[in-house]
């Protein structure tokens, strides 16, 4: 059997599961243009009709974090964005709008206008970019015979055509999106369907991901080992949660930077089998 080699030790596995979105792609890159063109219909929407969304909620509607411009440059890596389905994400707009007096179709009208206006604008930019050091991994995974899914909360069409803009889609054996399961992560349908699809057991499969979602989703479908994959961190959520300054305190020095950003990483990805911060730690053999 193929073994995955890790910074924490070799891993007997038959299957390797990724998830999409901050795992295989930048997930600011993808998901900060389509939020920002997303909440900027929305809020443009609601003011031709009257309506006015408090602005100073605006980044917990999804689990963003926007400067002064408005543009997104992070997120909450276990927020709806990150975490949620596309439903979730339409289901809290659409909230939002009835909140603020449209009727329930009307506010699911206009978010499903806004969803159209943000994927056009994806389809038009194309905004995906490999995390550093992936190609070389799947290439690796390739030439050794690993079967590869890919298991993400995003819909099926649309990680097809991510695959697709970043040259990799071949690669994968499957392409499981949320609309083909029950339920989603962290549930353990999507890696389940994996197995079943790429013919292996899941007691024999490794998962990476970027999310705690992803490692409760490998441990509840009895995953080999769940990989937490940190590449796609930005600097705020690495440093954020550890009080990080600007001048003394933990961040006078580089050594204690790099112990806290780790402390961090390890807080967002607490159920991980092992934690890294890029493919190179990562590697297969026979």
Known sequence: M???ITPQG??????ILFDKDG??????SLWGSWGECFLTQFNR???????????????SLLGTVHDAEGRITDYDRNGPLAMGTMSDLYAILSWQGYLLGLSWAEAVVLVDSCRQAADAMLERSRPVRPLSGLVPFLEECAAQGIPLAVVTADETAAAESHLR?????QYFTAVIGTDQVERGKPFPDMALLACQRLGASPAEAAVIGDTN?????????????AIGIAGGMTAGQAAGENGLTDAGGPADTAGNVQTANAQSVRSLLPDADCVV??????????
Do not use: C
Not at 165 to 169: A, D, N, P, Q, V
Not at 213 to 225: F, L, Q, T, Y
């Open 277 to 286: 911060s890029s493919y190179a730690e990562l590697g297969v053999m026979i």
């Open 213 to 225: 979602g992803d490692m409760r989703m490998a441990k509840a479908a009895g995953a080999a080992v």
């Open 165 to 169: 803009w970043m040259g990799i889609r």
């Open 2 to 4: 193929t073994e995955l």
């Open 23 to 28: 795992t295989l792609l930048q997930f600011i």
């Open 10 to 15: 070799n891993y007997p596995v038959s299957a």
């Open 45 to 59: 929407q609601l003011e031709q009709r009257g309506l006015r969304f408090p602005m100073q909620h605006l980044a």
